[in-house]
């Protein structure tokens, strides 16, 4: 599917015609047909086999032609002509958080800025100051977008890392005489963005029935259709730049003998603290680690299985998801390592959008495709008024979309679909309903949309001035981070915690890849305090339900245990549980 590249390719146009300044009017068409295919649920070229793509919103005639050329050449003539009219260095401009293709074009015509060194320099030296309506605050702002790219740079979300993993695993495990092909590395573990992805590959121990030398199986790699650029293809190991939907990722292939293929899934799983404790405790033993093995002189005690090799380290098994040196080197070896959370325990999704406000599919049609999934309920929570442009629910709205929920819950077997809300906290704190309809509610989410600059008290105050309120049970993601993008809010993150065990308010992990809110060191934060945690996927379709194993993973990364998750309880729990801070 190019969809994602071709809404890509659209507003790449409508950015460069902004900065050279060109017609207002075509900049948002440009913008509109953007947005339009980013949200299409289905390729883009099945509607434009079928005749129907010229029916959706903002696509006319040249548009169309445009996207015919692009599906059937992989450019646009347009793009491309574009494309000459600035330096490219430009666009990496625009990657900065904070920097817009109006500020690319004031930096540009006024003092000649075409990259982010130059752009450092104008800030440092104060020549940026001389801009009109350029002050401190601003000049502050860029600065730390600057370092937020520069820390972010060249990592990427944990969906396009499981993407590009999925290609080349699904590649290899074709491949005649292959045994097993895992993951490593942090897509192994899931943290919450991923430099490389590592995978690794072993023929099994029958050598006869491969039909492949390590080497060959390396050169299959590196040749697959979907392989860009190689970076290094050898006797065992290969590296290639893989091109996903949305995104090129560096990708490292390596083969290892079936009597090491734990021994080396341990080592590149990493993190590289975890195994720096390993290797001590091994050290201790007269034992020697590494990614072949633990020996004991030449003999190898364990390498076969990752299992083996912490048993004979005296430690439990320890879930990749734990990892990272946060004490769990120390839990293993006294066996008080937490039973994590795991995707089957789950038993329902709280947080999803529907036709009523952003979302594009029915409240039944998300409850089917809850069903499918096994689950025993669902909550259904659309934007509130305040949220324009994600279409929010008037009151009125609101109180008609609620009745409609019940009917939904009453028709339909077997599942339990509960009335909610994602209500906007409003800057001063108050929330976008009124108590009288609130109550009417099974469950409301209260989330910052807003103002998400503001100074650290006054986000703090806004969040925890919601949870006093009785009828709110959750806060939707807290720091309002977006992974690559956009910072967390400066949020006093201790004083939320703090105060939602004492309001006895869930905290939301938002389970979308782009925003893991709470991330996993904020979870474990959490759970510490008694905190309840409510995981849920913000889906706007059916299909972005399927989101939950990345609300769960980062739960697991912050230790939670089923217990610590709202998500696990059965409907009859939950509605009880849902009792607990409202008033009587
Ligand atoms: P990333 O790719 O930055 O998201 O993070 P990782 O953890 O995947 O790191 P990567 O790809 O550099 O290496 C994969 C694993 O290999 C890493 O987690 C641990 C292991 N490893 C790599 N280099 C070293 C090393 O110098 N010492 C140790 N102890 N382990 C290493
Ligand atoms: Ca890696
Ligand atoms: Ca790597
Ligand atoms: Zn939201």
Same mark, same amino acid.
């Given at each position: 599917m190019k969809n994602a590249q071709l809404s890509a390719t659209f507003d790449q146009m409508a950015d460069i015609m902004e900065i050279l300044g060109q017609d207002r009017f075509r900049i948002n068409s440009y913008r509109k047909v953007a947005r339009t295919i980013g949200e299409l649920p289905v390729d883009v070229a099945m509607l434009l086999e079928e005749g129907t793509l010229g029916k959706m919103p903002g696509i006319g005639k040249s548009s169309l032609a445009k996207i015919q050329e692009y599906l059937e050449s992989g450019k646009i003539a347009a793009h491309e002509a574009l494309l000459e009219k600035i330096p490219t260095s430009l666009l990496e401009l625009l990657e900065i958080p904070g920097m817009g293709p109006k500020g690319v074009k004031a930096f540009y015509d006024k003092l000649k800025i075409t990259n982010v060194d130059e752009l450092k320099k104008a800030l440092a030296d104060g020549s940026a100051a001389t801009l009109p309506g350029f002050g401190e605050k601003k000049a502050a702002a860029l600065q730390k977008g600057i370092e937020f790219l520069e820390t972010s740079a060249g990592r990427i979300r944990l969906d396009q890392a499981a993407d590009a993993a999925?290609?080349?695993?699904?590649?290899?495990?074709?491949?005649?005489?292959?045994? #097993?092909?895992?993951?490593?590395?942090?897509? %192994?573990? %899931?943290?919450?963005?991923?430099?490389?992805?590592?995978?690794?590959?072993?023929?099994?121990?029958?050598?006869?029935?491969?039909?492949?030398?390590?080497?060959?199986?390396?050169?299959?790699?590196?040749?697959?259709?979907?392989?860009?650029?190689?970076?290094?293809?050898?006797?065992?190991?290969?590296?290639?730049?893989?091109?996903?939907?949305?995104?090129?990722?560096?990708? $490292?292939? #390596?083969?290892?003998?079936?009597? /090491?293929?734990?021994?080396?899934?341990?080592?590149?799983?990493?993190?590289?603290?975890?195994?720096?404790?390993?290797?001590?405790?091994?050290?201790?033993?007269?034992?020697?680690?590494?990614?072949?093995?633990?020996?004991?002189?030449?003999?190898?005690?364990?390498?076969?299985?990752?299992? @083996?090799?912490? @048993?004979?380290?005296?430690?439990?098994?320890?879930?990749?998801?734990?990892? @990272?040196?946060?004490?769990?080197?120390?839990?293993?070896?006294?066996?008080?390592?937490?039973?994590?959370?795991?995707?089957?325990?789950?038993?329902?999704?709280?947080?999803?959008?529907?036709?009523?406000? $952003?979302? #594009?599919?029915?409240?039944?049609?998300?409850?089917?495709?809850?069903?499918?999934?096994?689950?025993?309920?669902?909550?259904?929570?659309?934007? /509130?008024? /305040?949220?324009?442009?994600?279409?929010?629910?008037?009151?009125? #709205?609101?109180?008609?979309?609620?009745?409609?929920?019940?009917?939904? $819950?009453?028709?339909? %077997?077997?599942?339990? !679909?509960?009335?909610?809300?994602? !209500?906007?906290?409003?800057?001063?704190?108050?929330?976008?309903?009124? $108590?009288?309809?609130?109550?009417?509610?099974?469950?409301?989410?209260? /989330?910052?949309?807003?103002?998400?600059?503001?100074? %650290?008290?006054?986000?703090?105050?806004?969040?925890?001035?919601?949870?006093?309120?009785?009828?709110?049970?959750?806060?939707?993601h807290p720091t309002g981070r977006l992974i690559g993008q956009r910072e967390a809010m400066d949020i006093d993150m201790a004083a939320v915690i703090e105060h939602a065990a004492q309001t006895q308010t869930a905290l939301e992990i938002n389970a979308n890849p782009y925003r893991l809110d709470l991330k996993d060191t904020h979870c474990r934060m959490a759970i510490d305090k008694g905190v309840k945690l409510a995981i849920g996927t913000d889906a706007h379709s059916a299909a972005g339900l399927g989101l939950m194993p990345f609300g769960v993973a980062t739960a697991a990364r912050g230790w939670a245990t089923p217990g610590d998750v709202l998500n696990t309880l059965t409907p009859a729990r939950l509605k009880t549980f849902l009792k607990t801070k409202r008033p009587r």
């Open positions: 999925h290609m080349v695993i699904g590649h290899l495990q074709r491949l005649p005489g292959i045994d #097993r092909v895992e993951p490593a590395g942090s897509l %192994r573990r %899931r943290a919450e963005s991923i430099g490389d992805v590592d995978i690794l590959v072993t023929t099994g121990a029958d050598k006869k029935k491969s039909g492949l030398t390590p080497k060959e199986i390396i050169a299959l790699f590196t040749t697959a259709p979907f392989v860009e650029r190689v970076l290094a293809a050898g006797e065992t190991k290969g590296s290639a730049i893989v091109q996903t939907e949305t995104t090129p990722v560096q990708v $490292d292939v #390596r083969v290892v003998p079936a009597e /090491s293929f734990g021994a080396a899934l341990q080592y590149f799983t990493g993190s590289k603290p975890h195994n720096v404790r390993l290797r001590e405790i091994a050290v201790k033993a007269k034992l020697k680690l590494n990614e072949y093995g633990l020996f004991r002189g030449e003999r190898l005690v364990a390498g076969a299985t990752e299992e @083996e090799i912490y @048993e004979k380290l005296g430690l439990d098994f320890i879930a990749p998801a734990l990892r @990272e040196d946060r004490g769990e080197v120390e839990a293993a070896a006294n066996h008080s390592l937490p039973k994590l959370l795991q995707q089957s325990d789950v038993k329902g999704d709280f947080h999803m959008h529907t036709l009523a406000s $952003d979302g #594009r599919a029915e409240i039944e049609e998300m409850a089917e495709a809850a069903q499918t999934l096994g689950y025993a309920f669902i909550c259904i929570t659309d934007h /509130s008024e /305040s949220s324009i442009i994600a279409n929010g629910q008037t009151p009125k #709205r609101l109180a008609r979309q609620i009745e409609k929920i019940h009917k939904v $819950d009453a028709r339909l %077997r077997g599942i339990t !679909v509960l009335a909610g809300a994602e !209500v906007d906290i409003l800057a001063d704190g108050k929330l976008d309903f009124d $108590d009288a309809l609130l109550a009417h509610l099974d469950f409301a989410i209260a /989330s910052i949309h807003s103002g998400l600059g503001s100074p %650290r008290a006054k986000v703090t105050s806004r969040t925890l001035k919601a949870m006093d309120n009785p009828y709110i049970t959750c806060i939707g």
